[in-house]
Antibody, heavy 116, light 106 residues
Framework: EVQLVESGGGLVQPGRSLKLSCVAS????????MTWIRQAPGKGLEWVAS????????YYPDSVKGRFTISRDNAKSTLYLQMNSLRSEDTATYYC?????????WGQGVMVTVSS | DIQMTQSPSLLSASVGDRVTLSCKAS??????LAWYQQKLGEAPKLLIY???SLQTGIPSRFSGSGSGTDYTLTISSLQPEDVATYFC????????FGAGTKLELK
């Protein structure tokens, strides 16, 4: 059974940093692109970052480029999201997902609240 | 940037109804479209990819159609467990989600 389990969320002040983790199981992790998607409270879904199966290339929208870094450790089947210079508009539930084009498996999500 | 517009934003229907949800792109996305179902308090679930391919394990009452800029998700006979918000997502030239259609029982 495919499982994606996120951790690392919480309350953080504006301008500070936070690192999310996602442990994958039930599939060959190093065969798949992985993606972070977020959802602000009561809002829609927003793509945050993607990484190739080898970790050799990463992709970001303008809203987080230069502040967020996606990475992976294939030996540990773990995906990461380093979030720096956090803003109030980054407040959201962050989902770890599997996929290159569509996203077929999602974690349960981890809440990040940016507030003073 | 290609914008994705879903309509209606809220839809009320009865059990057994045929339900149609719309997703329109601001330019052609060449069938690069997925549909997701999100129930309250849960993560989204993939229903359809490549505009009309049913994800494994999804009931056959769900179907997708369309081409170019206009796409549709159809539920052939609405069931109580289908109450959810439905999102479309394009993956041609980047990833963008629609704002969602909330489906409720009448």
């Amino acid at each position: 059974e495919v499982q994606l389990v996120e951790s690392g969320g919480g309350l953080v002040q504006p301008g500070r940093s936070l690192k999310l983790s996602c442990v994958a199981s039930g599939f060959t992790f190093n065969n798949y692109w992985m993606t972070w998607i977020r959802q602000a409270p009561g809002k829609g879904l927003e793509w945050v970052a993607s990484i190739t199966n080898t970790g050799g290339s990463t992709y970001y929208p303008d809203s987080v480029k230069g502040r967020f870094t996606i990475s992976r450790d294939n030996a540990k089947s773990t995906l990461y999201l380093q979030m720096n210079s956090l803003r109030s508009e980054d407040t959201a539930t962050y989902y770890c997902t599997r996929g290159l084009q569509w996203f077929d498996y999602w974690g349960q999500g981890v809440m990040v609240t940016v507030s003073s | 940037d290609i914008q994705m517009t879903q309509s209606p934003s809220l839809l009320s229907a009865s059990v057994g109804d045929r339900v149609t949800l719309s997703c329109k792109a601001s330019q052609s996305i060449y069938n690069s479209l997925a549909w997701y179902q999100q129930k309250l308090g849960e993560a989204p679930k993939l229903l359809i990819y490549d505009a009309n391919s049913l994800q494994t394990g999804i009931p056959s009452r769900f179907s997708g159609s369309g081409s170019g800029t206009d796409y549709t998700l159809t539920i052939s006979s609405l069931q109580p467990e289908d109450v959810a918000t439905y999102f479309c997502q394009k993956y041609y030239s980047g990833y963008t989600f629609g704002a969602g259609t909330k489906l409720e029982l009448k």
